[in-house]
């Protein structure tokens, strides 16, 4: 492994388990903000801020370091009851947590982090010197220029005795080339006329100098090209990696030898009857063997599923400081409480979650709870609770976030969507309250008149609800007027496999989602009635409306469907009519990237290797348009329309 690839490495590591401790900081500074005298949270921050300074001096990450050394600092005093806790102390520090993640971002694009806002860095030394840091003014710009310049050149600059940074070992140490100018001649770097004081490698400025250490790193791999400075590869900002616990290795690598054992019995048995042997013996032996390997297959499977399973916990591990800053800018007191952090969830959709959970908590702080003031006029506690919660219920993850605040009302809902076009009258008149609570995921919709920098453009809730139905998920909503608001999320436990219903067309399947389905109903032409022109059905009293898979499919048939699924998405309760179904599945998805024709989720293989689709039903339904409806004659047979 090259020098480079090393440091590299070495550099990642530090990246994540300092990116995670810095997330555990931010929850125990929220935590300090209630308890501002519990020594405990005082000395696990002061460590985790000498830890993260530790590892930034290895990397010489001078401007890193000296941010951490203030704030560490700055917590020794508070632990020593030197100095204590105020709302304005406590702000300059999450602005130095929130520095201190800006330039973990610049070290992950391949650059040294610059300084830190000297603003933040004057707070800072006020705090350390006892002085008010809210009378610390703002340095004018032609100050803060010329102060990043002098830092720039001191930090660039050997000190006197040997002390400083030796640039030119370094950069041998990352590229191994025995000079910079080798590097980028190689990679068609052009210098430039150095400034006085300017870096070490004379006539180079630090940008050209990590260009070249990318560009030979790309060098030594046939067929890349370097990527720009400054740009990340949109793959790769994404994590791709994950922490499996060892025991759940083991478990694969034991599953796997018993697995080949199996494997070479079954192949003993083969060339037995393939000799000739077909006793009564022989076969129990081959039907025990085939059934073992089933059992540890399944179990392979299932073991393999639990290392792609990661606790929601680091997921949540964000959000209290989100909503402790945006509660703040509101003038609102809000707790986040979290429950259930030891969930485990798919780590494909740990990351499609974080906006939608940021959403609705914002949305939460700033639409859901009221302000002191308000609370205290109706008798509530000034202090509003917002929960976020992670629970398995069988095969579903169920996240909730609720709050303690106004609730929503139903009827303000619906004028608000009349008053901005969305919905008709006739479509407000019709509307039940679970219907005018969803209309909030519409696009364009908000309840503010007067769009801030928080929320007000009606593009929150669309992303929320568009991401879960991503994830083959749903979303709920439950409010109470002046009591709060409550979003459930279901999800599926894994992306990789969906419980699936086989249905038919005639004599070909197709798979929907099983958790869209309710029940099966026969149908029948005496129960089809026809409501404005559209096949309906009455189901315990409701009106449902009926659709053919033909018909949504796009399929010309003569077949008088027999069948009913009564099947659920957020928006519509309908009849899916089909002419039979083969039972439940639980169907590895395998998904169509190149070409994926409108409607189909997926395809899967059947135990026999049939080839089936997974029908995306709100897409399907979507090609409807406003014609949501088919006459009652699809569901009379040709006899009686002929009698």
Known sequence: MSDFQGMEDLLQDFLVEASDLLSGVDNKLVDLEQNPTDSRLLNDIFRGFHTIKGGAGFLNAAELVTLCHLTENLFDRLRTGEQSITGELMDVIMAATGGVRDMFGMLERGAQPEPADPLLIAKLK?????????????????????????ATAASATPAAGGNGPDWNNLFSAVTGAASPEAAMAATG?????????????AGHTPEQVITAAVGRRAADKPGTNAPPPGRRDTEKSRDNSIRVDTS??????????????????????????LNGRSDTDT??????????????????????????????????????????????????????????????????????????????????????????????????????????????????????????????????????????????????????????????????????DVASDVSGRGVGMDVVKTNIQKLNGSIEIKSVLGKGS?????????????????????????????????EILPIQALGVQEVGGRATMVVRGEVMPIYPLSYLLGWDSDLVPEYGVLMQTSEHTFILAIDGFMGREDAVIKSLDDFRPKGVAGVTTLSNGQIVLILDMKELLGTLGDNRGVPRSLFIPPASLAA
Not at 248 to 273: C, F, H, M, Y
Not at 435 to 448: A, C, E, I, R, W
Not at 501 to 507: E, M, P, S
Request: charged content about 25%; cysteine-free; aromatic content about 2%.
């Open 486 to 518: 409550t979003f459930i999320i279901s999800l599926p436990l894994t992306l990789a496999i969906l419980p699936v219903l086989l249905v038919t067309f005639g004599d070909q399947p197709f798979a929907v989602p099983l958790s869209m389905v309710r």
């Open 248 to 273: 759940r290795l083991d478990q694969v690598l034991n599953l796997s030898g018993e697995i080949g054992l199996t494997k070479n019995r079954l192949n003993a048995l083969r060339s037995d009857i």
């Open 126 to 150: 006020a705090a350390l010197a006892g002085e008010s840091v809210a009378a610390v003014a703002a340095v004018p710009a032609p100050v803060v220029a010329a102060v990043a310049t002098v």
């Open 283 to 448: 076969l129990h032996a081959l039907d025990q063997a085939v059934s073992q390997l089933d059992l540890l297959v399944s179990d392979l499977q299932n073991a393999v599923m639990k290392t792609r399973m990661q606790p929601i916990g680091r997921l949540f591990q964000k959000y209290p400081r989100i909503a402790r800053d945006l509660a703040r800018s509101l003038g609102k007191d809000v707790e986040l409480v979290l429950v259930g952090e030891e969930t485990e969830i798919d780590k494909t959709m740990i990351e499609d979650l974080s906006d939608p959970l940021i959403h609705l908590i914002r949305n939460a702080v700033d639409h859901g709870v009221e302000s002191i003031e308000d609370r205290r006029a109706v008798g509530k506690p000034e202090k509003s609770q917002v929960r976020l919660e992670a629970r398995q219920e069988g095969d579903h993850i169920v996240l909730v976030v609720s709050d303690d605040g106004r609730g929503m009302n139903a009827e303000r809902l619906r004028a608000k969507a009349l008053q901005k076009g969305i919905i008709t009258d006739e479509e407000a008149n019709t509307m039940d309250e679970r219907q005018s609570m969803n209309l909030v995921f519409l696009p364009g919709f908000s309840t503010k």
């Open 189 to 201: 770097v052009a210098p430039v006329a150095a400034p006085v004081h300017e870096h070490p490698v």
